[in-house]
């Protein structure tokens, strides 16, 4: 497997597994997901609330992260992971039946929600099998090979949906994800100690400690926060996207497929400097830089008039999107105390998963006033762009105060 040789010895075998994992679900992800809402509103004529829903599925389904993370509590976490990504990706063979924008939006927010039971156990198993001082960049390496087939995969389906209908596209696509998972399954990780078995606490005891985590480790409270803020500006727009895409630029597949494509390759090559960057500098830094660069993403939507205008800003989506997903996941395991990480997972995943509950319902209600007084609709990325601006230097500020701690401890 590529960059194997790159992979400390003790970790290679986890990494092998997990690559073809990243392999195969790269196939899976980019088959499906890059399509899903055009496809829902060109097609299905989905409006602005299946749009929202099907966006806000995941982060419904982690606003339960902290029964997910409890009920694993003292047990092996791979079943967890891999349990329910065997369900969330399998769901997608049911397309074959999806000929209504109910039916398709259903198949999507299930999937979508199932998948979410993996974070916490995920978690737990990335600070298991991977060293500290390595994992930024093993993860990094990992998310490099599920980048380029994501590419592979976004630039076939973009061809084939010209003459081929998704009904027969996605559920192919899902068994691919269902192979993806088991390779993943064969990753070897420790079995709980008794002292976690006999740890165990109820499910009430569980979440009292999980919410008191931000109050007793104030650097985490305040790098949650200030997530939670920025988020709402960039989740918000996700359903406000399709809408945008179709309404006012009248994109076709193949080029909603080249945006993704170049998205996906920027991606790709920033995984391999932001994992190095975690790894030497600091996640809290690299999530600071992060931030700010994806508010040019909103503003990019914002001055676009043709399709093609909005490189640039797929560009900075592909680099930055790879950059916080290595700076927040490393973050949190960088804040997570001994024995705890899942808890700190489960507490984080909660919290955007609420923060995602909303934003797309507020980002499609934006844009169904907008469009309802013919308004135009590019103004919405503005109105995100300053929210995420707050949440960055909310960032900034955060940063700071951490540094400033750590020199007077």
């Keep these: 497997m590529i960059f194997e040789k790159l992979v400390p010895v003790k970790a290679r075998r986890s990494y092998y597994y997990d690559a073809w994992g990243g392999c195969l679900v790269g196939v899976y992800s980019g088959g499906i997901f890059t399509f899903v809402l055009l496809i829902a509103k060109k097609e299905l004529h989905a409006g602005p609330f299946l749009l929202a829903m099907m966006t806000a599925a995941p982060f419904i389904g982690n606003c339960f992260a902290l029964l997910w993370a409890n009920a694993m509590e003292g047990k092996p976490k791979m079943p967890f992971a891999v349990g329910s990504w065997y369900f969330a990706r399998a769901i997608f063979i049911a397309m074959l039946f999806a ?43 990992v998310r490099v090979i599920t980048a380029f087939t994501t590419i592979i995969s976004t630039l076939i389906v973009g061809v084939l949906l010209k003459s081929i209908s998704y009904r027969w596209i996605f559920p192919v696509a899902a068994v691919l994800g269902v192979l993806s998972s088991a390779a993943f399954s064969r990753i070897k990780t420790a079995c709980p100690s008794r002292q976690e ?27 949650a926060i200030s997530v939670l803020v920025f988020g709402f500006g960039t989740i918000m727009l996700l359903p406000v996207y399709p809408i945008f895409q179709n309404e006012s630029l009248n994109m076709e597949y193949w080029q909603l497929a080249v945006l993704t494509n170049v998205q996906s390759v920027a991606w790709m090559f920033a995984y391999l400097y932001w994992g190095r960057y975690v790894d030497r500098r600091s996640p809290l830094r690299a999530t600071v ?32 999107n790879a950059g916080i997903e290595l700076a927040y996941f490393n973050s949190i395991l960088a804040f997570s105390e001994e024995k705890r990480t899942s808890h700190y997972q489960a507490l984080f995943s909660f919290l955007i998963g609420i923060r995602g509950t909303l934003a797309p319902i507020a980002g499609a209600k934006l844009a169904e006033i907008f469009t309802g007084k013919h308004w135009d609709l590019r103004y919405t990325f503005l109105i995100a762009a300053c929210i995420m601006f707050i949440g960055a230097t909310m960032q900034l500020i955060g940063l700071r105060r951490e540094q400033h701690r750590k020199v007077k401890a």
């Design 99 to 141: 000929t209504s924008s109910l039916a398709f939006s259903l198949i999507v927010i299930t999937g979508q929600f199932f998948s979410t039971i993996a974070s916490p156990a995920y978690a737990a198993i990335m600070k298991d099998v991977y060293p500290d001082e390595h994992r930024g960049r093993i993860m990094g390496y």
């Design 197 to 223: 078995l006999e740890n165990k606490r109820s499910i009430t005891k569980f979440i009292r400690s999980s919410l008191a985590i931000p109050f007793h480790n104030q650097g985490f409270g305040w790098f």
């Design 289 to 320: 830089v992060n931030v700010y660069l994806t508010i040019f993403v909103a503003i990019g939507y914002c001055i676009s008039t043709n399709w093609w205008m909005l490189l640039p800003a797929h560009i900075i989506a592909g680099i930055t």
